[in-house]
């Protein structure tokens, strides 16, 4: 929530979605990125970081809903508050503007008995992050915060982002039929 003498603005998005992503799980090591840009009337400086970490901010708020339900899809046991804290990385190597991200690992969303965490394919999500201001009350000691240090900080923070969509899918298969009289069927995963 913005306050007096905090002018941070949410981080912008290109797109109301990001294209679908082939879901990662607990077993997995990827993570799903998150590309976005800063608005031009903020700057790095303005963001809360530690001066120990490689990261170009600390703090960045996530929010991450089921769309059918509105609830949460994060691991309530580490996020009580239904909100994650994570860091804002930069990748040089975009031509675009969105050259920040931040990432999401499968342990940081709700346990499914089939899936043992992670997006569940075909399923849509809402993502929504902000930012943390520099002049923070007090650092949290984990990533994990309290409601007690969000009501302490509520003016060092932006506004929400808008609604982004997100949907994971399985692994595609490519199935190749009949090129040849005499040819097997053959089933090829891309990886």
Known sequence: ?????????????????????????ATDKEQCKIYFSLSVYNSLSELARYESTNSVADFVQVSIQHQNSNYSALNLERYRTGIMFTDMKYDPTRTSDDKYYIT?????????????????????????????????????????????????????????????????????????????????ERTFSLK
């Open 1 to 25: 929530m913005a306050g007096l003498g905090n002018n941070l603005y949410p981080p912008i998005f290109k797109k109301a979605y990001v294209p679908a992503f082939i879901r990662n799980n």
């Open 104 to 184: 999401i690992e499968p342990d940081d969303l709700e346990r499914d008995e089939d899936l043992k965490g992670g997006f569940k394919p075909g399923e849509y999500y809402k993502l929504q992050i902000r930012f943390t201001g520099r002049n923070i009350t007090s650092r949290p000691e984990t990533k994990y915060i309290t409601e007690a240090w969000i009501n302490e900080n509520l003016s060092n923070f932006s506004e929400w982002s808008q609604v982004v969509i997100l949907k994971s899918i399985e692994q595609p298969i490519l199935e190749l039929r009949g090129f040849t009289q005499d040819s097997e």
